[in-house]
């Protein structure tokens, strides 16, 4: 089925629709000419064949490509035709006489479809297209007699009622109306019939100037042929967006009620990218209903496909002729958006790959300039250059980088193989930029920070938890402190999850060691913390009484712990951006924020000091050792913690002390 026919199937009965189609179905009928006259070459070749048996076949190769026969299967089945006719009789047996039957009888309807459309059509035409597509499908067996022959290809002016002759007919009739529809070129688009008073115009050269502004992006690849033309209070405006048959955008734009309305119309084999367009006109105002789902004999194979329709309400002309242009300038992120989808997934998980799409196309990039120069090959490359010890067969991008790093480094990639194409720079350049870009991303960049921010994210909650529980009397709430217990033991489940998943990574890449001994450094932080929740439950359970002093002195434990755990959280975020060429005050921040993580520690031993001191006056006073014992575990576990951040906190001197000494990751 062809694009004229989505469109149809889209439109079927609204006005202006038939119209629309006029130009797209001249086209596909001038092609179906084509196909015909061969079809009728080649059943005369085979007739001949029949006649002379021991001479060789009439070669039809070149008529066979101009007639735009483009599948293999098929012009190799036409060209061996001829061969397989012998005479039966005063006959011809011919086994595909059948198949090329239904080719004739499928390409007679569609040269003769634009003109049986017209209402001044001749019913004498009318009958002489129905007759012979009445005996086209009535043969059904493989012989074929003398006359019926001649009836077929015939081209004699005395053989008026042949097929050949009805064909000739049919290609004088279609170039009178193509005169009859001689079309206006309204910048770039084939416009025909369009408002008398000039008011189409500015807005389709709107529509056409936003098409235009990111046209270049696709390349060399084929569509964005635009036709547009006007059916009473409507001007209607047709984008062919590719080449595929279920891939068709219709824009309405009724300027007879007392606001003008815009009504888009956009079918797509692919949810997910019907999807991806509305993100992209949402930003220029398109309100979409719901998308349905269809099935059409003959269009898609007959597999479902996506329809959905946008209104846009724009305020005034200008504002209309700004959404025209914001639908067109978008068109172009359509083509081929499935293709590199799927090409991006060897690197990163589906959500991410549309999000990369997403991105580029919100930065007017595109993703056509990156299939075209090598796609997957282009990262692939990139990623070996980088050795066995970054990355290893089969390994991910988003693996070894992280999700949000993979994702970032793939847009530039994309924007790179963008600016390539539009200055010709050679593709051995582009690969060196793609391997360069990968290394800088590489450097002081892994996956491995991102794990350490999040497992002291986890750490930092539960710090905070105590801290709040302590200040609101929950060592006296069994609930809230058990509440609290439950929530603790999650989130330091999560921090083991880090954990184990970056062991799994230093098994495979040396460079996460040292990355990995952090890690397992701030486990050490995790634990204490969760250990302490825990004790302050059983205290809320076993002594809900309790003393101000020793609740003071808790407190300013949990709030020292706190505060060197954003300190720490402090120093790493300053710490994944330093290296040999980073300013004195980014190096000065991170080790005032780590040198506050190692008074802390010191502080913390007088705070459990002064804790402990608490706790036994208060045991002497109600002779309760259960309570002196729970309070005595819980600041030991808050102490605990203090120690694991100031061994962390080493750690993460010595990785950026290395790392300011050799500038690398």
């Known amino acids: 089925m062809n694009k004229d026919d989505a469109v149809s199937s ?7 629709w038939s119209s629309l189609l006029q130009p797209a179905r001249l086209r596909a009928a001038l092609s179906a000419n084509d196909r015909l006259k061969l079809f009728l070459s080649v059943l005369q070749a085979a007739a001949a064949h029949a006649q002379a048996p021991h001479q060789a076949p009439l070669d039809l190769a070149r008529e066979i490509a101009a007639a735009g026969i483009g599948v293999r299967e098929e012009a190799d089945w036409l060209h061996d035709l001829p061969a397989t006719a012998a005479l039966e009789g005063d006959a011809i047996r011919l086994p595909e006489l059948p198949r090329l039957a239904g080719h004739l009888l499928e390409d007679l309807g569609v040269m003769a479809r634009p003109l049986l459309a017209l209402p001044d059509t001749d019913p004498a035409f009318v009958e002489r297209v129905t007759g012979w597509q009445g005996r086209l499908r009535g043969m059904d067996g493989s012989r074929l007699d003398a006359q019926t022959l001649r009836d077929l290809t015939s081209g004699q002016p005395e053989a008026g009622g042949s097929l050949h002759r009805l064909v000739m007919d049919l290609h004088k009739a279609l170039n009178h109306l ?4 001689a079309s206006d070129n309204v910048a770039g688009a084939h ?6 008073d000039g008011s189409d115009r500015p807005r389709v050269e709107a529509f056409m100037r936003g098409l235009e502004r990111t046209r270049a992006l696709k390349g060399e690849h084929p569509g964005l042929d635009t036709a547009a033309t006007r059916e009473g209070p409507r001007l209607m405006i047709q984008n062919d967006i590719g080449t595929n048959d279920a891939h068709v955008l219709v824009l309405q734009v009724d ?13 797509d084999l692919h949810r997910q990218r019907c ?3 509305q993100r992209l006109l949402a930003e220029v105002g398109a309100q979409w209903g719901p998308t349905q789902s269809r099935q059409t004999a003959g269009l898609n194979a007959g597999e479902a496909y996506h329809v959905a329709t946008a209104r846009f309400s724009p305020a005034d002309e200008a504002a209309l002729q700004q959404q025209l242009e914001g639908i067109g300038e978008r068109i172009v992120f359509l083509i081929d958006w499935n293709r590199a989808r799927k090409r991006l997934l060897p690197f990163v998980d589906k959500a991410a790959a549309v999000a990369v799409l997403d991105a580029t196309a919100r930065q007017r990039v595109g993703h056509l300039a990156w299939l075209s120069l090598g796609g997957e090959r282009l ?14 067969l089969g390994d991910r991008l988003d693996e070894v980088m992280g999700e949000d790093a993979a994702a970032a480094f793939l847009v530039e990639t994309l924007a790179l193989a963008d600016r390539a194409r539009r200055e010709a720079e050679p593709p051995a350049l582009l690969a060196d930029q793609v391997r360069a870009l990968l290394t800088q991303r590489l450097q002081g960049r892994h996956g491995g920070f991102d794990a350490l921010q999040e497992h002291a994210g986890l750490c930092h909650a539960m710090a905070q938890g105590l801290r709040d529980a302590l200040a609101h009397g929950h060592d006296r709430d069994p609930e809230a402190a058990a509440h609290l217990a439950a929530r603790a033991k999650t989130w330091e489940r999560q921090a083991d999850h880090l954990v184990m998943r970056a062991r799994g990574q230093a098994e495979r890449y040396p460079q996460w060691q040292p990355l990995l001994r952090l890690l397992e450094r701030s486990d050490d932080v995790a ?14 359970d076993q002594a809900p009484g309790g003393h101000a002093p020793v609740r003071e002195a808790l407190l300013a434990l949990a709030e020292c712990v706190l505060g060197a755990v954003q300190d720490h959280i402090k120093a790493l975020a300053v710490a994944r951006t330093l290296g040999e060429r980073s300013e004195a005050a980014d190096r000065d921040e991170f080790l005032a924020a780590s040198w506050r993580v190692l008074q802390a520690e010191r502080h913390a031993d007088e705070l459990l000091r002064s804790a402990r001191r608490a706790l036994a006056q208060a045991a002497r006073a109600d002779h309760d050792p259960v309570a002196m014992t729970l309070g005595n575990e819980l600041a030991a576990a808050l102490e605990l913690a203090s120690d694991a951040l100031l061994s962390l906190g080493y750690g993460l001197r010595e990785r950026v002390f290395l790392r300011l000494d050799a500038g690398t990751a």
Request: aromatic residues 12%; proline residues 5%.
């Open 10 to 16: 889209l439109g079927a009965s609204a006005p202006g």
């Open 527 to 540: 634990d204490a913390l969760e250990e302490a929740c825990f004790v302050l439950s059983l205290r809320a």
């Open 178 to 181: 193509a005169a009859r529809l």
């Open 255 to 267: 300027t007879g009620a007392s606001a003008p309305t815009i009504t888009l119309t956009y079918s």
């Open 191 to 196: 416009a025909w019939d369009l408002a008398a």
């Open 275 to 277: 999807a991806f367009f």
């Open 379 to 392: 990262v692939w490359n990139a990623m070996a250059a980088q050795g066995p010890s970054a990355f290893r």
